[in-house]
């Protein structure tokens, strides 16, 4: 059973949000992807439309997800699931950091506005 300990997580900065990635293809996993989102407070969501399903979590805080134009606001403890195709943007509009976890398939992929396809680092 692989282990991946706090210390091995990957961080990337993107889109004023930092990204820390723990399963993922080079740590082991075939088919999952998992990570924390962490939000600076304030920051407005960024629209892309995903290629793959993602589910989100929301550990702390208080954060807006907009799925296909529909914005709805979580609290901890509160889930949700964006089908692949959704345009979704994931925003925190309170005044403290916000912790999403989020999951989707090995492979997914996003695409901004202006065409532009973005495979996370942590995808593989």
């Known amino acids: 059973m692989p282990v ?13 949000a930092r990204f820390v990635a723990y399963v993922r293809p080079d740590a082991g996993s075939a ?3 998992l990570w924390q989102t962490h939000i600076s407070p304030g920051t407005e969501g ?19 997800l907009s799925i296909d134009g529909e ?5 901890p403890g509160d889930a949700a699931v964006a089908p692949a195709g959704s345009v979704i943007s994931l925003g925190n509009p ?9 999951t989707a398939p ?6 901004l506005a ?7 680092p942590w995808a593989g």
Not at 4 to 16: G, L, S, T, Y
Not at 46 to 64: D, M, N, P, S, Y
Not at 94 to 102: D, E, H, K, M, Y
């Open 4 to 16: 991946i300990r706090a210390a091995d997580a990957q961080i990337h900065e993107m889109h004023n």
């Open 31 to 33: 088919e999952l992807c």
């Open 46 to 64: 960024v629209g892309h439309k995903i290629l793959r399903e993602e589910a989100f979590l929301l550990i702390q805080g208080v954060v807006t």
């Open 71 to 75: 914005p709805s606001e979580l609290e």
């Open 94 to 102: 309170g005044a403290q950091p916000a912790i999403v976890v989020v």
């Open 106 to 111: 090995v492979g997914f992929a996003a695409e």
């Open 114 to 120: 202006d065409g532009t396809v973005i495979t996370p």
